[in-house]
């Protein structure tokens, strides 16, 4: 395994920060010399770590995974199950409503390397899976329903309202309406 100079894990951090604001801004078409300028950095040097658009977009992704499962851990041992799940959910929501047009293009032409999509969704489900248990211990969620569920839940939310003016208020709002059947409050 090769050591990176400090330098270059900036510059990988900020093009990575970059590349998921510019995302979230103009979809998964962002434009690779736009990431580049706003880094601060070439297109040379975009490239040199993320040798083309599909591994720069599973970065971003691989990124966000951990975060969202980094924060499935902070809220494990909440003493409000409904609201911790809750919270992440909305989490997830945000997450997928701001990434747009993220999963088609990763799917486009092949370009999603399976594995990685299952190491991907199998690090999803086993963060939120001890937030499914606990509310659903507490009564906080429907019988039989399932992480599958919920994440197919935000999915659809979120495809639903990509072309939406504000695709992240609307998938909120929609999560809350849905949730209000998923987890009623008691």
């Known amino acids: 395994m090769t050591v990176q100079r400090a330098d270059a894990r900036r510059n ?15 979809g998964a078409d962002a434009s690779l ?9 070439g297109s040379a040097t975009v490239r040199r770590h993320f040798p083309g658009r599909r ?20 809220l494990a ?7 911790a799940l809750l919270d992440w959910l909305g ?31 199998a690090k999803l489900g086993g963060a939120v899976d001890p937030l499914l248990h606990h509310a659903a211990s507490a009564g906080a969620v ?4 399932t992480t ?9 939310i979120a495809l639903a309202t990509e072309n939406h003016p504000d695709p992240t208020a609307e998938a909120l709002r929609l999560l809350g309406l849905t949730m209000q059947g998923v987890s009623p409050q008691k």
């Open 12 to 26: 990988y951090a900020r093009i990575l920060a970059v590349a998921e604001e510019e995302v979230a801004a103009h």
């Open 142 to 145: 429907a019988p039989g329903v």
């Open 91 to 121: 989490a997830l929501t945000t997450y997928a409503a701001s990434a747009r047009g993220m999963g088609e293009a990763l799917v486009q032409d092949g370009m999603t390397d399976p594995e990685h999509v299952n190491v991907c969704s």
């Open 77 to 83: 041992g909440a003493a409000d199950a409904r609201a």
């Open 148 to 156: 599958a569920d919920l994440i197919a839940l935000v999915t659809g």
């Open 55 to 74: 591994a720069l977009l599973e970065a971003v992704f691989s990124e966000r995974i951990e975060v969202l499962c980094a924060r499935a851990e902070e």
């Open 33 to 41: 010399e736009q990431i580049a300028r706003v880094a601060g950095v």
